[in-house]
């Protein structure tokens, strides 16, 4: 495959000439056009032999010989160096051209003057170089080769990648009428000097498909196959080649190698391999395509973006190329060895993409084979080493440092909230008043509080250590099986429910399907199964009744889970019953070293036999539900007891339940908003302030300031 190719349609690469030319900005074309430019100018060299065998070139026909069988003693490595020669550069004293005592290494122009040849053409074994130790050896072709390079010169020449490219002269060529750029000219004689004619134009569908994948990585579609064969002007094909060059498609294309050049990836790759928002920069980078950003402004915003002038938020998104390293944040790993590994990543892939070359061999050693020093990569380590980040992060998404990308709607919300805020705290009292102000509201607070509704209350159980009916009904609740423990809970202690333990309540408390009720209670849950907290049901074939439970948990986000909490109401299951549950994943799992979330959950019927009159509230607010069945006709009551723990129907509850209520008839917004916002408070008032935890003087601050 010639790398550069021709206006002619008869290559694959079809109108590379116009990308090279109308988008500096492809580093990969830029790269192919200098390379064509420089190995297929001609280029000086003594006259070829009237033979017509053309002139030995060092970098095509010596250079790989010399390394291939030399380097290993004669090369860059100083440590074994041998015979103070070094084959691999032309200057210093130790080149086969510095002046030696009564001998050259290398006679220009005369090989039988040149020890290098005597040594690799010697009859005697054990005089000829290679020695035999080294299991290498030349071939009489070798041979004669570099023979004939001395003879004709011996002109050394730089490794291409390190000479900068200089425009040739454009070649002429025997058929004049087939070359419609400078490029063709260069394809054209390489053709003709092997006996070859360009192949015939490609037809036009094939035309299409192969500019259409070339420049957006897509087939054309059927309306643009149809528009090209109609056209038939001169530039039909220009025209479709500008139309794909202003695609937005165009930069998605020409962006695919550079993101895998500078490792583009939305998650961390260690580890368990977390998520990270790198597709600002990855959309940064198409845009620049697409806008024809010139490459020094390209390079600039990419390497240094940040230290520019007063950088825009675009510049500093550029600098992104820098930030999409592997991170780490395994327990085991060591931070500073990370940091480390992160700024030598960047040296190592900054290098490879802009400078085309390995520089992370010089990382432990001078390096072999191009002409850099174990000091030159440390230096270019110091440009790096300044980025304060941490060695392990990560592990809330993307690593600090870090900025904020809001939306144009976002910014406007969030100068709002600051706005809102600034003129909050404005208008706050001191931090001494406001202890003071506090301190007054609290002597009072209990009397003004509102408590609980006891209106329709048909049994309370506090669950302070037992599960005793604090209704003044004595509808006491027994266990059946396991034990109970009790903890420290949202009002003062809970039961906590090990998945062993089953606890029936008296079965008085009735359910009716014409008949409203409420059934409230703080819950925490504590499994990743689905869970049974509460029922009361007749059997397990027809279900009868009424269920309340914690559907198996997922995952919600960051190291977390979330289940959704389902209810039922059945006369006969499936057929003849109502099921809702919770739109949204409640979370149930800790985060960042938190407890797990109490939450204090009201179920409301209505006594319709609707799905819309069963809701369910959350922390004191309608919780949004779906509706899985709503065909509920048949009687719902029971004689079984209400069972908390049963493993009748799927795993026993496991977690923690603290003041369940239940009443004969549905609570109104305002007195679930008691329940789940006041009572706490009111719990929290009731004790000393020297025995409040923590959280129970920050909820009670939060109270003080948001409603008092």
């Not at 004969?664 to 302030?689: H, K, M, N, V």
Request: charged share 25%; glycine share 6%; proline share 6%.
């Amino acid at each position: 495959m010639i790398p550069a190719c021709s206006h002619r349609r008869n290559l694959w690469y079809t109108k590379r000439e116009v990308l090279a030319f109308k988008h500096k900005l492809l580093f990969s074309s830029l790269l192919v056009a200098l390379a064509v430019a420089f190995l297929l100018a001609p280029r000086s060299a003594p006259a070829a032999p009237e033979t017509g065998v053309k002139p030995v070139d060092f970098d095509r026909d010596i250079r790989g010989i010399l390394s291939d069988n030399c380097y290993a003693c004669h090369g860059p490595d100083e440590k074994n160096r041998q015979a103070g020669l070094r084959l691999d550069s032309k200057d210093g004293p130790q080149s086969p051209f510095a002046p030696r005592k009564g001998y050259q290494i290398l006679a220009s122009g005369n090989s039988a003057q040149s020890r290098l040849y005597r040594k690799i053409s010697a009859a005697d074994k054990n005089l000829r170089m290679p020695p035999p130790y080294a299991n290498r050896s030349l071939t009489a072709e070798q041979v004669a080769l570099i023979r004939r390079w001395i003879d004709e010169g011996a002109k050394w020449e730089t490794h291409w990648a390190y000479v900068a490219p200089k425009r040739p002269e454009v070649p002429k060529v025997k058929d004049a009428s087939w070359p419609r750029n400078a490029i063709d000219n260069f394809i054209l004689t390489r053709l003709e000097s092997e006996g070859l004619k360009p192949s015939p134009e490609a037809d036009k569908v094939t035309l299409l498909r192969r500019v259409t994948f070339d420049l957006t990585g897509l087939p054309p579609t059927p309306a643009e196959m149809d528009a090209f064969l109609a056209d038939h002007s001169p530039h039909a094909y220009e025209k479709q080649v500008d139309r794909l060059l202003a695609s937005p498609r165009y930069g998605e294309r020409m962006a695919m190698q550079w993101l895998d050049l500078a490792r583009y990836a939305d998650t961390h790759g260690y580890h368990i391999d977390p998520a990270r928002e790198m597709w600002h920069w990855r959309d940064w980078v198409i845009d620049a395509f697409n806008r024809n950003m010139p490459f020094d402004e390209f390079t600039i915003e990419q390497l240094a973006g940040d230290l520019l002038p007063h950088p825009t938020r675009s510049q500093l998104i550029a600098t992104g190329f820098n930030r999409n390293h592997m991170i780490n944040f395994e327990g085991g790993a060591i931070p500073d060895e990370y940091q480390v590994e992160y700024v030598v990543d960047r040296v190592e892939t900054t290098s490879v993409t802009w400078m085309g070359m390995t520089l992370g061999c010089a990382r432990c050693h001078d390096h072999k084979y191009d002409p850099l020093k174990q000091r030159d990569f440390y230096r270019f380590y110091a440009f790096f080493n300044t980025i304060p980040e941490k060695g392990l992060d990560g592990r809330k998404g993307n690593a600090a440092p870090l900025i904020q990308l809001p939306s144009s709607e976002q910014e406007r919300e969030l100068s709002e909230v600051k706005t809102g805020i600034a003129a909050a705290e404005k208008a706050m009292p001191a931090e001494s008043e406001l202890a003071s102000l506090q301190s007054e509201w609290e002597k009072a607070a209990l009397d003004k509080l509102p408590a609980a509704t006891r209106d329709g209350l048909l049994a309370h159980y506090e669950l302070n250590g037992s599960f005793g009916d604090s209704s003044g009904r004595y509808r006491h609740g027994r266990i059946r099986t396991g034990d109970l423990t009790y903890n420290a809970g949202p009002l003062d202690r809970a039961a906590e429910f090990d998945g062993e333990t089953e606890v029936d309540l008296d079965n008085g408390v009735a359910l009716d399907r014409s008949k409203p009720f409420s059934i409230a209670v703080w819950l925490r849950s504590g499994n990743t199964h689905e869970l049974q907290v509460m029922q009361k049901i007749a059997d397990a074939q027809t279900r009868r009744g009424f269920e309340m439970t914690w559907e198996e948990s997922y995952p919600i986000g960051h190291l977390q889970r979330g289940a959704k909490l389902s209810l039922r109401l059945t006369s006969r299951w499936p057929d003849d019953a109502i099921e809702v549950r919770t739109k949204r994943a409640l979370p149930i799992s800790s985060k960042e070293g938190l407890p797990r979330p109490w939450y204090q959950v009201t179920v409301n019927y209505d006594g319709s036999g609707r799905a819309s009159g069963l809701k369910l509230f959350v922390n004191g607010r309608e919780e949004p539900l779906e509706v899985a069945q709503d065909k509920l006709s048949g009687a719902i009551g029971t004689d079984s007891p209400w069972s908390i723990g049963s493993k009748k129907l799927g795993h026993a509850y496991k977690g923690a339940m603290d003041d369940l209520r239940f009443y004969g008839r549905a609570l109104t917004p305002a007195e679930i908003s008691d329940l789940a916002i006041e009572q706490p408070i009111r719990a929290t008032l009731w004790l000393q302030p020297a025995k409040r935890a923590k959280d129970q003087k920050a909820a009670l601050r939060e109270y003080f300031l948001t409603h008092a």
